[in-house]
């Protein structure tokens, strides 16, 4: 590399959303070698800031969530633009850094983020769905709900599934569905599913995550 000394450079390079530093050796502007070098924190986080500002961010899955359980309680300004404007509340953690333990508390209780089945099992709860809260789960699973589950006073969407989890029926009313075209679907569902528990009062039935055992 002597005799190429004076066509030689060195450059380092931030990449402010990997929060590094690296020192980049040039010859002739071809990065001929790639090393990471200490970055100072406090630099990283401006200019992350900076990029951030200049290109917008991207919201997790977790954090649509989030927000979205917050605007349907009507709570905290969440949107993109809200968002930048707090930029260096969060930016170093999540959206639930912009509310407070207890708020956290709350949120959990008026808008969880998971509904459970009478089975014991959980299953997420989309807020930003179309015509309110829904929830996904099979029909089983709700044996021996005699109430229609509510979040906050607000009928859940139950997308009430097959065992197979291909959908039946979506309802807000479940006991108007156990009385209704249950009898209906119980047929059709006896038809494909034999070795399932189809009982004719499902409101009192067991709920259940498994099939008949085989004789």
Known sequence: MAGFADRLTTEERLDARKGRAVR??????????????AADPALVRRARLEQIRREGFT?????????????????EDLSDAA????LEEWIDADLRALLPWDRLKELDRLAPARFTAPTGNTFAVN??????????VR???????????????????????????????V?????????????????????????????DDPASAQPTTRAKPRP
């Open 24 to 37: 980049l050796l040039k010859l002739d502007g071809l990065v001929l070698e790639e090393r990471p070098v």
């Open 59 to 75: 919201v997790s899955d977790e954090d649509k969530a989030l927000r979205a359980r917050a605007a349907f309680l009507g709570w």
């Open 83 to 86: 968002l930048m404007e707090r």
């Open 127 to 136: 807020y930003a769905a179309e015509g309110g809260p829904r929830v996904e």
């Open 139 to 169: 029909v089983q699973e709700l044996y021996g709900l005699s109430e229609h589950p509510k979040v906050n006073g607000v009928p859940l969407t139950l997308a009430l599934l097959s065992p197979a989890h291909r959908p039946i029926q």
């Open 171 to 199: 309802t807000k009313d479940l006991p108007g569905f156990w009385r209704g075209s249950w009898k209906d679907v119980k047929t059709e569902m006896k038809g494909r599913y034999p070795r399932h528990v189809w009982p």
